[in-house]
């Protein structure tokens, strides 16, 4: 299995309910490395500007007001399987159909609410990780 790169975004509802330290626990718990972190703030321009795939389907403009209404934390991930084994991790995306467990499982309240984002294949975990971070702010610290 190669190494990897994952982002991971602790959503505004996440920092909202005072959890990022918890979540963060998990997700080193879990074995990945943390190459960077950071608090920000999306507008509606940058929210929509990551979220441009989405473009066109119903909860898209759902998905940027709800990213832009609050602080939310990208993280950069690293380790072998990445984003695979980040999934897992996470859940399902509509916490009720989450694994016990698993992040949103956990902590979410709903699926447009759903504490966490979380890279959906490994080049997409490339071009997400390079919207939020540029190579000099990535560590790698084991």
């Known amino acids: ?17 005072h959890l990022a330290g918890t979540v963060v626990a998990h997700i080193q718990k879990a074995g990945f490395n943390i190459l960077s ?9 940058t929210g929509g ?14 998905l940027v007001e709800f990213m832009a209404s609050g602080p939310c934390m990208p993280i950069a991930l690293e380790k072998e399987n990445a984003v695979a084994d980040f999934r897992e991790l996470i ?3 509509d916490p009720k159909d989450a694994k016990e467990g698993t992040i949103r499982k956990l902590y979410a309240d709903s699926k447009g609410e759903n504490i966490v984002h ?5 080049e997409n975990g490339r071009i997400e990780v390079a919207f939020f971070f ?4 990535l560590v790698e610290g084991k």
């Not at 972190?37 to 321009?45: D, E, F, I, R, S």
């Open 91 to 93: 859940g399902a995306t």
């Open 134 to 137: 540029s190579e000099r702010e």
């Open 49 to 62: 500007a990551f979220y441009a795939v989405h473009k066109g389907r119903p909860f898209y403009d759902s």
């Open 118 to 122: 979380g890279s959906d294949s490994p």
């Open 37 to 45: 972190m950071k608090m920000v703030q999306l507008t509606p321009t």
């Open 1 to 17: 299995m190669a190494v990897e790169r994952a982002l991971a975004i602790l959503k505004p509802d996440c920092i909202r309910k």
